[in-house]
């Protein structure tokens, strides 16, 4: 038999595999102890980059939201943070028609933050993270990530995202 458990935002039950409890773990950190509401956060975000002329869907694993405007992509994972802070800023610059303002990676003890607009770091732990009292005073700005640069960073999501469910895109 499966051992499965039940999503904390979604309430669907899902098989506990890979980095599932930390990201149970990081979904209970966030609307617990940040503030934010289970409806604020979107769980497995689809995103579909281009790789050597085939589409590549994935997800990413949680996207946070604040005045319905995105404000973190989240990649929660099992093992060393620091393999995974690439992948999740390039599917935080590529994910939407804009970049969201930080990507987060987390093994729901512990997390790296990155602002995504300039790549640098902006916090370490979860308390680096802005709760959604914090997020709702700050005005984010969320350019479009430059076209130039964009098949640079489809390859470098996918690189990194290898390990993840691979499909076509649909539509």
Do not use: W
Not at 67 to 91: F, H, Q
Not at 107 to 116: C, H, K, Y
Not at 121 to 140: F, H, I, M, N, Y
């Amino acid at each position: 038999m499966e051992d499965t458990l039940i999503d904390y935002i979604t309430g669907k039950t899902i098989p506990n595999v890979g980095p599932e409890e930390s990201r149970q773990t990081f979904e209970r950190f966030l609307v617990k102890e940040k503030g934010y509401d289970k409806h604020d956060i979107r769980v497995d975000e689809p995103i579909c980059v281009t790789f050597q002329g085939e589409a590549y869907h994935s997800t990413i694993d949680l996207v946070v939201f604040c005045k319905d405007r995105p404000v973190m992509a989240v990649r929660c994972i099992a093992g060393s943070l620091g393999s995974y802070e690439r992948e999740i800023l390039a599917g935080a610059r590529l994910v939407y028609e804009f970049q969201i303002p930080f990507s987060v990676a987390t093994n729901g003890l512990d997390a790296l933050m990155r602002d995504v607009v300039t790549g640098k770091q902006r916090g370490k732990g979860l308390d680096a993270l802005p709760s959604k009292e914090e997020a709702l005073k700050v005005t984010l700005e969320c350019p479009p990530f430059p076209n130039e640069k964009k098949e640079r960073e489809m390859i470098i999501f996918r690189s990194y995202n290898i390990d993840k469910f691979h499909d076509e895109c649909n539509g």
